[in-house]
C-alpha cells in the first residue's frame, strides 16, 4: 500500500512548550488511522501543521510520496487534506450549503449573485454520496452540534479531499450519531479516502481504526496494529503505566440532605421534578440531548429561570436568579461547553482560576489580591489536577482541550461549594486525567459536598454515580440504586422504551 502522509522528524515549539519533538508518522492510503495521546500530547498541534495552521519548525511532509511545503490553509486544501477541528468552524448565520461551498460558491459571471438552485443541487449530491440529511437551505445556527458536525464533513468533502482528518468528532455526539458517523467514515474508506482519527474514546479507535499511533508529552511513541493491542495496552502506551482501579470509587457515608428539588418546571424544558441530593452523595442524571437535563442544571444555577417549584438547601428556600446568588449558595456549576462559558479564554490559567474567589484573595482592608496566596492556590490547583501549562501567565485559550477542562473544574472547586453540578466532566478528557477527576469527584463526596453529575457517558454515570436519575421529555422516568443500574436499562428509561411495546412517546 502507499502512503498518504509521511510526517519526518516534525518539531514544533511555541513559547515555553516543546508541543512536537521529532515526531514520525506514516498513514497509508486508505486506512483508518487513530492518533491517541493525554491531554496535550501534541494531537491536534500535529494535525495543525497539516492543516496549514502552524509552520513546524523542523521537519518533512510527504503527502502521497511527495515533498510538500504547507504553508497556510490553501497549500493544504492543494494537497488534499481536509481538516474537521476539535472546535467547529462555520459560518453561523449562513445556511448548510452556503458553510460546505463557502470558498466556491457558484455564481453568475455578470453580475456574480450565486446560483441558489445549482448551489442546492451540488449540496443534495454530496448528502447523497454518503448518506447525510440536512436540508441544504437550514441556517447552521439552527443545527444540533452534530448536525454541523455533518455539515464540516461535507465542507471536507466538497474539496474532494484524499486526505481527513476528524480531531475529536463524537466529543459531542450521542451513540446513535456515533454509529452515524462510523457509516460516513466506512464510505469514505470504501472510496479509497484516508482518514485520520483523533479520540480520547479507546472503544471507537477498536470499532473503526485500522491503524493507532500512539504520542506522549510531544514525541512519537509507536504506531500499531489495532489488531495486536488490547485497550490496556493503548493505555500503558499513552500514558506510561497501566491506569489502574480506572473505575473503583469509594462510595462515601452519606449526611443530611443538602438540595432538595421540589416539583420544580421550567416551561417548555421540564416539569414538576422533585428529588434530593445528600451529603456525600453523587447523584448521575442520565437522558438523551434535548430531555431537560441541561436546562435543569441551568436553572439551579441561575442561568434560566424556573417557572414553578422550590429549590431548597439544607432546608431553607433558597432564590437562584442570577450566576451570583447560586455562588452564594455555594452552588458550583462546570459546564461542558467551555469554549462559550466554561473558561475565560484570553485570561491565564491563574486569573481563571481566582476570578469566583477574588474577595477572600484580597488583603483585608485592601482591594489588592493577595498573590501569595493566588500563587499558593495555583500551585496546589496544578498539583492536585496535574495540570499541564507553559507558565502562569498563559492565556487558557492556548491550553490543550483536556487541561482547559480542568481548569474549569479547578475553578468551581477553588470556591465555596456546597452542590457542584457538573455537565459532562470528562467530556474530551484522556484516561488518565479522567482516573484523576473520578478520584477527585470521591474526595469531594467525601468531604461532604453534594454533587449532580448529568453525563451521556453511560459507564462513568454508572461506576461514580450512588444513584442516577433518568430524564425523558422533560420529567424523570427512574430513579435507580447502584444494584439497579445498567446501561440497557438506562437506556430504556432514557427512551420512553420502558412503558413496553406501543409506547410511542408523548407526553407522559
Ligand atoms: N497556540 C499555542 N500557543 C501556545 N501553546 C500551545 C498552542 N497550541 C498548543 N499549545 C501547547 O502545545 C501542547 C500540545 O497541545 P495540543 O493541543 O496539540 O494537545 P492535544 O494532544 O490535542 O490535547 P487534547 O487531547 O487535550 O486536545 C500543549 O501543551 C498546549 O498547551
Ligand atoms: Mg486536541
Known sequence: MTKAVEIVKITKTFPGVKALSNVEMSVKTGEVHAIVGENGAGKSTLMKILGGVYRPDDGQILIHGKAVVIKDVS??????????????????ELTVSENVFITELPKMKATGIVRRGELYRKTRALMERVNIELNPDSLVNDLSVSEKQMVEILKALSHDSSIIVMDEPTAALSNVEVSKLYSIIETLKARGKTIIYISH???EIFDIADRVTVLRDGSFVATKDIKSLTQDDIVRLMVGRSVENFYNRDHATFGDTVIEIDHLSCAPYFQNLSFSVRSGEVLGIAGLMGCGREELAKVLYGLLNRTKGRVLINGIPTEVRHPREALRAGIQFVTEDRKDSGI?????????????????????FSLLINTEKE?????????FMNLKYASDSQRVMFLSGGNQQKVVLARALAGECRVLIL??????????????????????????IAVIMISSDLPELITQSDRVLVMFQGQITGLLERNEMDEERIMQYATGT?????????AL
Not at 76 to 91: D, F
Not at 429 to 441: F, N, S
Open 75 to 92: 497549500d493544504s486544501v492543494e494537497c488534499g487534506i481536509s481538516i474537521i477541528y476539535q472546535e467547529l468552524n462555520l459560518m453561523p
Open 201 to 203: 474514546r479507546l472503544k
Open 344 to 364: 475565560f479564554p484570553l485570561m491565564s490559567v491563574k486569573e481563571n482560576l481566582s476570578i469566583n474567589i477574588i474577595k477572600k484573595l484580597c488583603n483585608i
Open 375 to 383: 500563587n499558593r492556590l495555583l500551585e496546589s490547583y496544578t498539583k
Open 423 to 448: 455537565l459532562e466532566p470528562t467530556r474530551g478528557i484522556d484516561v488518565g486525567a479522567k482516573a484523576e477527576i473520578y478520584d477527585l469527584l470521591g474526595n469531594l463526596a467525601k468531604k461532604g
Open 498 to 506: 420502558h412503558f413496553g411495546e406501543g409506547f410511542t412517546g408523548g
